[in-house]
Nanobody, 128 residues
């Protein structure tokens, strides 16, 4: 079992940057694929980015368009989401999630049900 805690959200102007962090508990962090999702008010929780257990493959939602970068540091039990060129439509609560199943590039891998453990979320607000 793993617990994850997000941090790094806040208010930023359009065009600005934020780096979200997700710290995981436990000694088996490297056994989990990690993902970021986001949820805006009144909308479903959407996939943003994910990284495999060994950090060899990363996946991104189309709307990221090269603006976001996911990374992980297994020595620190942490996964990051670097967000650049932020837009007002990026405003949402961002969630970190861990999956005991690895990622294989299938559509199911980007569905929230693929993930077993979730953080409480961190608010990102992008002002126009």
């Amino acid at each position: 079992q793993v617990q994850v805690v997000e941090s790094g959200g806040g208010l930023v102007q359009a065009g600005g940057s934020l780096r979200l962090s997700c710290a995981a508990s436990g000694r088996t962090f490297s056994r989990y694929a990690m993902g970021w999702f986001r949820q805006a008010p009144g909308k479903e929780r959407d996939f943003v980015a994910a990284v495999t257990r060994s950090d060899d493959t990363k996946y991104y939602a189309d709307f990221v368009q090269g603006r976001f970068t996911i990374s992980r540091d297994n020595s620190k039990n942490t996964v990051y989401l670097q967000m650049n060129s932020l837009k007002p439509e990026d405003t949402a609560v961002y969630y970190c999630a861990a999956s005991a199943k690895n990622l294989y590039g299938r559509s199911s891998n980007f569905d929230p049900v693929w993930y077993d453990y979730w953080g409480q979320g961190t608010q990102v607000t992008v002002a126009s």
